[in-house]
T-cell receptor, first 113, second 111 residues
Framework: ETGVTQTPRHLVMGMTNKKSLKCEQH?????MYWYKQSAKKPLELMFV???????ENNSVPSRFSPECPNSSHLFLHLHTLQPEDSALYLC????????????FGDGTRLSIL | EDQVTQSPEALRLQEGESSSLNCSYT??????LFWYRQDPGKGPEFLFT???AGEEKEKERLKATLTKKESFLHITAPKPEDSATYLC????????????FGEGTQLTVNP
């Protein structure tokens, strides 16, 4: 039990599909994050939300659209993705944006056909 | 450019054979350095936070240390269940909550 739950765990979609990734945290944290993890590359920060407000967008293409309705839930809406977007997408949360460890979910393995 | 470099890329040990993993960083104004463990098919699991040079943290067979340029993760008498990828990440003064990760060290401990 990590306290951060991501669904689905695996997703296969075509380039023209629309799908959403969901993240839920039960740790009482105020900050939530989306990361992309590709093979042989460091984890790459995509978005940061603090108290439901987006505070960072790391030059992510608009085909990725985040949504944070409250401090416990985070979504990543996907539309018209490219094959190079195939990766493990990880959600994390932390106790606001101070120097506190981020706690990760187990990710969604995304494959684009 | 801010960088986090981990070495070696991969490490194979025999059970009981102690060793160290390295994380070197070049950032301006380190606020914190984090070590994570990641098992296949899982998200990173938090291990340690180090804030200042000279600081040390221990947990079971793992000990993390920090200098002004690098951190070491010492593994004493490892067991096969210690096999995983170990990730290092830093937060610097001007990056808010942005973690900069290294590429990780894949550790395999053979029985």
């Amino acid at each position: 039990e990590t306290g951060v739950t991501q669904t689905p765990r695996h997703l296969v979609m075509g380039m023209t599909n629309k799908k959403s990734l969901k993240c839920e945290q039960h740790l009482g944290h105020n900050a939530m994050y989306w990361y992309k993890q590709s093979a042989k590359k460091p984890l790459e920060l995509m978005f940061v939300y603090n108290f439901k407000e987006q505070t960072e967008n790391n030059s992510v293409p608009s085909r990725f659209s985040p949504e944070c309705p409250n401090s416990s839930h985070l979504f990543l809406h996907l539309h018209t993705l490219q094959p190079e977007d195939s990766a493990l997408y990880l959600c994390a949360s932390s106790d606001d944006s101070a120097v506190r460890p981020q706690h990760f979910g187990d990710g969604t393995r995304l494959s684009i056909l | 450019e801010d960088q986090v470099t981990q070495s070696p890329e991969a490490l194979r040990l025999q059970e009981g054979e102690s060793s160290s993993l390295n994380c070197s960083y070049t950032v301006s104004g380190l606020r914190g350095l984090f070590w994570y463990r990641q098992d296949p098919g899982k998200g990173p699991e938090f291990l340690f936070t180090l804030y200042s040079a000279g600081e040390e943290k221990e947990k079971e067979r793992l000990k993390a240390t920090l200098t002004k340029k690098e951190s070491f993760l010492h593994i004493t008498a490892p067991k096969p269940e210690d096999s995983a990828t170990y990730l290092c990440a830093v937060i610097q003064e001007t990056s808010g909550s942005r973690l900069t990760f290294g590429e990780g060290t894949q550790l395999t401990v053979n029985p």
